[in-house]
């Protein structure tokens, strides 16, 4: 026997919650449901679709509710960050960005080595031939992670919000926006790392989009 709280634990592919049950049915294994009180292998293959075609259909309500409300908090200048994988920055009150002093001489090196011409490649080996861990503890870290952090926005005080969106509740796979959704931009958000001239210096020198003098002042 297995005990979920609802069938909604399962998945959210009703394709593959009919198939996974039917799977169970066969080999004899029961399915019960501790909110509905439903034991599922006792229903008829009609009932048992129609079930996971609700759960599919309120998956897919929750998620746009959830995109909706970060869309506003977005268009209000609000985002939450995984602040445990931000080089540089900590939480403060109000989920404001503030300055680890450590961590932001860090980032300052990488943008003072990239600029004395040092390629992603070999500032990560300078960084490991330096003992300087990642903000994880690891000792090392990926090329994509420093042309990554080259080309944020955060380290100068901005913020461009929604550069990637989940299109397929299903998948839940992120993709890159390019024009397919909303973006918003704040400028001066909070206290940089990199001063502005460096800073688009260095996206000059990357060829990348420089937010500043493409987005709304």
Known sequence: MIIV???????????????????????????????????????????????????QAESENRSEAIKFGIRQSMSAGKVKLNYSQFLGYTKGADDNLVVVPEEAEIVRKIFELYLRGYGCRKIKRWLEEHGIKTVTGKTERSTST????????????????????????????????????????????????????TWERVQEIKGSVVYAELLPK
């Open 146 to 197: 420093i042309d990554g952090m080259l080309s944020s926005e955060k380290y100068v005080g901005d913020m461009l919000l929604q550069k990637a969106f989940t299109p397929d509740v299903l998948s839940g796979r992120q993709v890159k926006n390019e024009g397919q959704r909303a973006m918003w931009f704040v400028r001066n958000n909070h206290e940089p790392i990199i001063d502005r001239k």
């Open 5 to 55: 709280k609802s069938m909604s634990r399962l998945g959210r592919d009703a394709l593959e919650l009919i198939k996974r049950i039917r799977e169970w049915k066969a080999l004899g294994i029961i399915l019960y449901l501790e909110i509905e009180g439903i034991n599922v292998m006792a229903l008829d293959n009609f009932t048992i679709d129609i079930l996971a075609a609700l759960v």
